[in-house]
């Protein structure tokens, strides 16, 4: 498992004319978009999942959140030719984030 830095907009996978966001279950992301060319298993701290869902008010609170691994599974999906790359982080079966990756060929 690595421990990857995250923080990415809110965004959105287009697959097929369709669109999959953040709280969508993983079958719904599947049916739409099909199965991920690749796929790991990654620790997010609480830190990166808390930065846009409430101000961190202390220190103390920082370094508690900093601290502590969650486990999610990082999808990637390819948006063809020239495009980049989807990166689709699932937690509990639910769509967590989506972020653009590297650039495909």
């Not at 959105?12 to 298993?41: H, M, T, Y």
């Not at 990166?48 to 869902?53: C, D, F, L, M, T």
Request: proline content about 5%.
């Amino acid at each position: 498992m690595s421990c990857a830095p995250a923080f990415a907009a809110e965004q959105s996978l287009s697959c097929n004319g369709f669109l999959v966001g953040k709280g969508e279950p993983a079958e719904s992301l599947i049916r739409k978009c099909g199965e991920p060319i690749d796929f790991q298993a990654v620790c997010v701290s609480l830190l990166q999942i808390n930065a846009n869902e409430r101000p961190i008010r202390s220190e103390a609170e920082r370094m508690l959140l900093a601290s502590h691994c969650v486990r999610m599974d990082e999808w990637l999906y390819d948006r063809g030719p020239g495009t980049f790359y989807g990166i689709v982080r699932i937690r509990d079966g639910v769509v967590e984030s989506v972020r653009d990756g590297a650039r495909g060929r």
